[in-house]
T-cell receptor, first 115, second 112 residues
């Protein structure tokens, strides 16, 4: 199957700093990537849809100025958590697909802890 | 508004028996459904999918059933194995859209 690589797998940062998470499709081109957040014992919540060459589409309630998404190429999308706070601590996961009616491939996830 | 629901947060099944995980949806625009398995601190991995033009899809030990009139799908795992212990998410998408809507997940524990 296709491979989506997410980096880093875990990160600890201080409050007020920014953290960048990368999501790469290794063996296919993804015009669209998705960013999810998972709170403990809860479902995956879609944060935003990342579109190559255009602005990301954010879900209701997600602060676009706080969670900056850049889809620089067909194989790379980045999520930057700006001015991180402890409540941003969570598990962030990206996914990419090769089109509709196909499985989405997920990155390994990033555990962010803000202290 | 939870458009995809998994009403059982947890399920325990004896090894070798059948595991049945259920999922209900409310959005009639959904026409493609997927099941994912997730271990802690890892991304979900795809298990099996079904299109709304079918009512059953089988892949090895995994079978997904779709009842469109009831807006209900289920995942059957038989025989259940210890390695099946994980959280299972159902997901749905609608025509023309790659965006997945996930259910709340069911934690499956296989008892040796």
């Amino acid at each position: 199957g296709a491979v989506v690589s997410q980096h880093p797998s875990w990160v600890i940062c201080k409050s007020g700093t920014s953290v960048k998470i990368e999501c790469r499709s290794l063996d296919f081109q993804a015009t669209t990537m998705f960013w999810y957040r998972q709170f403990p014992k809860q479902s995956l919540m879609l944060m935003a849809t990342s579109n190559e060459g255009s602005k990301a589409t954010y879900e209701q309630g997600v602060e676009k100025d706080k969670f900056l998404i850049n889809h620089a190429s067909l194989t790379l999308s980045t999520l930057t958590v700006t001015s991180a706070h402890p409540e941003d601590s969570s598990f962030y996961i990206c996914s990419a697909g090769r089109g509709r009616d196909t499985e989405a491939f997920f990155g390994q996830g990033t555990r962010l802890t803000v202290v | 508004d939870q458009q995809v629901k998994q009403n059982s947060p947890s399920l325990s099944v004896q090894e070798g028996r059948i595991s049945i995980l259920n999922c209900d949806y409310t959005n009639s625009m959904f026409d493609y459904f997927l099941w994912y398995k997730k271990y802690p601190a890892e991304g979900p991995t795809f298990l099996i999918s079904i299109s709304s033009i079918k009512d059953k899809n089988e892949d090895g030990r995994f079978t997904v059933f779709l009842n469109k009139s009831a807006k209900h799908l289920s995942l059957h795992i038989v025989p259940s194995q210890p390695g099946d212990s994980a959280v299972y998410f159902c997901a749905a998408m609608s025509y023309g859209n790659e965006k997945l809507t996930f259910g709340t997940g069911t934690r499956l524990t296989i008892i040796p």
